[in-house]
Structure formats: structure tokens, C-alpha cells
């Protein structure tokens, strides 16, 4: 069972350059998560998907879009990289229940914007 | 929107003794709290989490308790073991699966 898959696992990009990072998870969950993680900022929320075909904004939006065509797939991209999107960043998912419960993480992207 | 903050950053102990890494949060309607373990160069895994109707958890060496009241919570770490030297977070979690994290403990266990 793979659980949930990032690609690629590390990039180098130009400042102004694009990219697309891919999420995709076996585990028919609902909700999908792209985060960054920062030193000293521990793992802010980008995007977040409650259902194939829809997204909301986290808590640092700009500069990224999302889409969730599929329900196993989450996509990040960077339309225009700048410096500052220098991270880690991080997929996670999550299934619908009555109670909130476990989120399970990929194994992250290192993206370097130069 | 929940603001999670975490004390202390990093933390130092020797092989055999206890760690406490301590969370507190600002919205009472937070009703679970995951801690996730994350080894380096790897994504956070669960260790251990509680939901907002119990006091306290335990899973052998790990131990959570939860005040409500005050609105913190904390990480309880027994007889420590190099294997444990990670980088811990804590979570609160609102309705709808609502992640947000604290900022991180780097914990090392000294052999």
C-alpha cells in the first residue's frame, strides 16, 4: 500500500520558472492538504481539497494554485516561482468521518527557487 | 482560524530520561489533537493523538493529557531512547479536518 505519493522529491527552478507538484494517495480519502514547512515555522497550510472537484484557500494561498480533477490526485503549482517559495513542501490526506481523525503525510518535495 | 503554539523549540535529555513538549491553543471548538513524529528528511507520521472528550492517553513510552479548560496540551515521553530524536509537532484540528500545527520541537536524545 503506497499511501501517498509526491513527485518529484526534489527540483531546482529559475526565478519566474513553473511547476506542477503531484499528490496522489491509494487510500480513497476525501480531504487532500499541500503544506510548506519552513525552519522555525513548523507546516503552514497552502490548499486544501474536501472532494474531488473542489478547493479552498489555507493560510498561505498566494502565489500557488490547486486542482483535484481526479479524487486520488491533488496538484500544486507555482505559476511564476519566486525565492521566497523556497520550502519543503508536503501533501497530505485525510478521510471524511463523523470525527476528525488522522492525516497521513507524503514523503515531501524539496524545491529550491533560484 | 486556530493558532497553535509550542514550547520549547528544542530539547535536550539523556538517554533514559523523560521529555515534555507542551501545545497550547486558542479556539475551544477544537476537538482533536494529533502529535506527529517527523525523522529527517521524511514526512510526519502519527504517534499518538486524543480528542477533546478524554483527559488522557497512553500508548506504552508516549502518554498525551489534554486541559481543555486551558487549552493546552502536551507530549509525555518516558524512558527516552536515541531512536527518539525527531522533530515533534502538534496539531489542533477543527471541524471538517483542519489541520493547524505548531511550529516544532527538535528533540535529541543524548546516549
Known amino acids: 500500500n503506497a499511501g501517498v505519493t509526491q513527485t518529484p522529491k526534489f527540483r531546482v527552478l529559475k526565478t519566474g520558472q513553473s511547476m506542477t507538484l503531484l499528490c496522489a494517495q491509494d487510500?480513497?480519502?476525501?480531504?487532500m492538504y499541500w503544506y510548506r514547512q519552513d525552519p522555525g515555522m513548523g507546516l503552514r497550510l497552502i490548499h486544501y481539497s474536501v472532494g474531488e472537484g473542489t478547493t479552498a484557500k489555507g493560510e498561505v494561498p498566494d502565489g500557488y494554485n490547486v486542482s483535484r480533477l481526479k479524487k486520488q490526485n491533488f496538484l500544486l503549482g507555482l505559476e511564476s516561482a519566486a525565492p521566497s517559495q523556497t520550502s519543503v513542501y508536503f501533501c497530505?490526506?485525510?478521510?471524511?468521518?463523523?470525527?476528525?481523525?488522522?492525516?497521513?503525510f507524503g514523503q515531501g518535495t524539496r524545491l529550491t527557487v533560484v | 482560524g486556530e493558532n497553535v503554539e509550542q514550547h520549547p523549540s528544542t530539547l535536550s535529555v539523556q538517554e533514559g530520561d523523560s521529555a515534555v513538549i507542551k501545545c497550547t491553543y486558542s479556539?475551544?471548538?477544537?476537538?482533536?489533537f494529533p502529535w506527529y513524529k517527523q525523522e529527517l528528511g521524511k514526512g510526519p507520521q502519527l504517534i499518538i493523538d486524543?480528542?477533546?472528550?478524554?483527559g488522557e492517553k497512553k500508548d506504552q513510552r508516549i502518554a498525551v493529557t489534554l486541559n481543555k479548560t486551558a487549552k493546552h496540551f502536551s507530549l509525555h515521553i518516558t524512558e527516552t531512547q536515541p531512536e527518539d530524536s525527531a522533530v515533534y509537532f502538534c496539531a489542533a484540528t477543527l471541524s471538517g479536518n483542519q489541520f493547524y500545527f505548531g511550529t516544532g520541537t527538535s528533540l535529541t536524545v543524548i546516549p
Open positions: 497530505a490526506s485525510s478521510p471524511w468521518g463523523q470525527q476528525n481523525t488522522e492525516a497521513f
Open positions: 479556539d475551544s471548538a477544537s476537538n482533536y
Open positions: 487510500m480513497n480519502h476525501e480531504y
Open positions: 486524543i480528542r477533546s472528550n478524554v
